[in-house]
C-alpha cells in the first residue's frame, strides 16, 4: 500500500530534481505546522483551565450578609451545622475591600463606606441547598446564598468560545495548506508536461505518474510538518518555562499527556492531509487532460 514511498532511484531522477526537499513547499508546510500547534495547544490549555475552574466552582457557593459582619458568626456557625458542608469560612473585609478597589480606587478603604460580610462553604454532592439556605436564614434573615456556577457562567462561556475559536483556527489553517498543496502540485504538473507526455508514451498509467508527485509532495510535507512542529515546541517551553502571558492566561493549567499526544499527531495528521490531497489533485487533472 505504502510502496510507492521506496521509489528507486530512476524514477526519483525522473522529476529532475535532486533527491531530499526543495521548493516552497516544505516551508508553507512548516509555518502552517507551526500555527496548528500553537494555536491548537492555546486551545487546549483555555479548554483544560474552563474545566478547572467549571470543577472547582461546582460545588462552591457564598453567603452575603448585607447586616454585616455582626451576624457572620452566627451564619458560619449555621453553616458548619448544616447537613453536607464543609470548608465554611468567613471572607475577611480586608479582602472585600481590596476587591472593591478595582471599581472604587482608594474610596473603598473608607471606613464609612458599608462592605457586606460574607462566608465562602463546600456543599457535597446530593446535598440539599434548600436545607442549608433555611438554616441561614434562621441565622441571618437578609442572607442570600450564590452559586459560585452562577457567576462564573459567562466567563465559562467566554473561554468555550475561545475554545471554539482555536479549532476553527486550526481547521482553516489545515484548508489553507491544503490549497497550498493544490497549487504546488499543479504547478509541477506544468513545470513537468513533456516528461508526463513522454512516460505516458512509455506505458506509464495516471496512477504511476501519480505517485512520482504523491511522494515527492509527501516528502516536503513530512519535513515541514517535523519542522514547523519542532519550533512550536521550542515556543512552547520557552512560555512554560518562563511562565508568561500563556501562563498567566490559563491560570498556570498545563497540557496533560493526553494534550501533547494529540498535539504530536497534528503533524501527521497535515502530512496525511497533504499528501492525499496532492494525489488527489494531480490524479484529476491528469484525467482531466485525456
Keep these: 500500500m505504502l510502496s510507492w514511498l521506496f ?3 530512476s524514477q526519483r531522477r ?19 505546522s507551526f500555527s496548528m500547534i500553537v494555536v491548537a495547544a492555546a486551545g487546549l490549555a483555555v479548554s483544560n483551565t474552563a474545566g478547572t475552574i467549571a470543577k472547582s466552582a461546582e460545588h462552591r457557593y457564598s453567603v452575603q450578609v448585607p447586616d454585616g459582619a455582626r451576624n457572620l458568626p452566627a451564619v458560619i456557625s449555621a453553616l ?3 447537613r453536607g458542608v464543609s470548608g465554611a469560612e468567613a471572607v475577611p473585609e480586608a479582602d472585600m475591600r481590596a476587591t472593591l478597589k478595582t471599581w472604587l480606587g482608594s474610596e473603598a478603604d473608607n471606613p464609612d463606606l458599608p462592605v457586606p460580610a460574607m462566608a465562602s462553604f463546600d456543599l ?8 442549608v439556605e433555611r438554616q441561614v436564614k434562621s441565622a441571618a434573615p437578609n442572607a442570600t446564598i450564590v452559586a459560585h456556577r452562577e457567576n462564573l457562567r459567562p466567563v465559562l462561556r467566554s473561554l468555550r468560545v475561545l ?15 491544503a490549497a497550498a498543496v493544490v497549487l ?4 509541477a504538473l506544468d513545470t513537468h508536461r513533456f516528461t508526463i507526455d513522454v512516460m505516458h508514451g512509455m506505458g506509464a498509467t495516471d496512477v504511476q505518474v501519480t505517485q ?16 514547523g512542529a519542532a519550533a512550536a515546541a521550542a515556543v512552547l517551553l520557552l512560555f512554560t518555562a518562563s511562565a508568561t502571558a500563556l501562563g498567566e492566561l490559563t491560570g ?16 501527521l495528521a497535515l502530512t496525511a492531509l497533504a499528501t492525499w490531497v496532492a494525489r488527489t489533485a494531480v490524479l484529476t487533472a491528469l484525467r482531466q487532460a485525456l
Design 124 to 131: 457535597a454532592a446530593g446535598a440539599d441547598i434548600a436545607a
Design 7 to 9: 521509489a528507486s532511484s
Design 163 to 177: 475554545q471554539w475559536l482555536a479549532l476553527g483556527l486550526v481547521a482553516l489553517l489545515a484548508a489553507a495548506a
Design 252 to 267: 498556570g493549567v498545563r497540557l496533560g499527556l493526553a494534550d501533547i499526544m494529540l498535539l504530536l499527531l497534528l503533524p
Design 184 to 187: 504546488a502540485a499543479r504547478g
Design 14 to 32: 525522473i522529476l529532475g530534481r535532486p533527491a531530499g526537499v526543495s521548493g516552497p513547499t516544505p516551508w508553507l508546510i512548516a509555518i502552517m
Design 80 to 82: 458548619r451545622s448544616a
Design 212 to 227: 512520482l508527485f504523491q511522494r515527492k509532495i509527501a516528502i516536503d510535507a513530512l519535513v515541514g510538518s517535523a519542522a
